[in-house]
């Protein structure tokens, strides 16, 4: 018969995702008690990969958030720093081409997140919008 405190620690380890043969070797316990064990507590295992899997959504949710905020912030930098130039200076064509990627990396990311109609342009006013569309339109100009 095994402890109560094993049973405890296979079925922790079996929702945690280990294998029977890893969770035979970590508890000093034969591999056909580990499965029999799990057997025995499955509805209880099966609750803990639910939740464990919950919590890992979570995290990968959180971490595509902040990095969605931070390519955000990169990107209103940049337009800033591009309303301020003067486009017919050769940085410039770099700086439109790491404002590219960055909004390419950050459409990846919110298509997985956002729904369909939110805008990168929501906290920015008029007057920036403005400035940001004349620098886009001078860049185009330049560029042909």
Do not use: W
């Amino acid at each position: 018969m095994t402890s109560l405190e094993k049973q405890n620690e296979i079925v922790r380890l079996r929702g945690l995702g280990n294998s029977y043969d890893s969770i035979a070797s970590i508890t000093n316990v034969s591999k056909p008690t580990v499965i029999k064990t799990c057997s025995t507590f499955s509805s209880e295992i099966e609750n803990l990969q639910a939740k464990n899997h919950e919590h890992t959504q979570s995290d990968l949710m959180y971490s595509i958030e902040k990095r969605s905020e931070m390519y955000q912030d990169l990107i209103k930098k940049l337009y800033a720093e591009i309303a301020k130039r003067d486009l017919t200076e050769l940085d410039t064509d770099k700086l439109f081409s790491v404002l590219e990627k960055t909004e390419r990396a950050l459409s990846v990311i919110e298509a997985r997140v956002r729904p369909k109609g939110n805008n990168d342009f929501d906290g920015l006013s008029d007057d920036k919008l403005a400035i940001i569309a004349n620098a886009g339109q001078n860049a185009l100009l330049k560029a042909l």
